[in-house]
C-alpha cells in the first residue's frame, strides 16, 4: 500500500530477524510538502517517521 493511502487505525507488521513480529497501529498521518508524517503506536510507544508520498509499506485495513 502506498503511504498516501495509508488511514489512522491500519495495522502495521514489522518482521524482526530474530524472528518476532511488532505490531504498530497507525495513530495519524498528515502531509508535509511531499513527505507524509505517519504517527505509529505500539507496545514500545509512539513514534513518528516521515515517508515520500509514493512509498510503499505492509499494511492492513
Known amino acids: 500500500m502506498q503511504i498516501s493511502q495509508l488511514k489512522p487505525g491500519y495495522t502495521v507488521l514489522e518482521h524482526k530477524d530474530s524472528g518476532d513480529i511488532v505490531h504498530y497501529t ?5 502531509q508535509v510538502g511531499k513527505m507524509f508524517e ?9 513514534a513518528s ?11 492492513a485495513a
Open 49 to 59: 517517521a516521515f515517508y515520500p508520498a509514493n512509498g510503499v509499506i505492509h499494511a
Open 26 to 30: 497507525v495513530v495519524s498521518i498528515r
Open 38 to 46: 505517519v504517527t505509529f503506536q505500539s507496545v514500545l510507544g509512539l
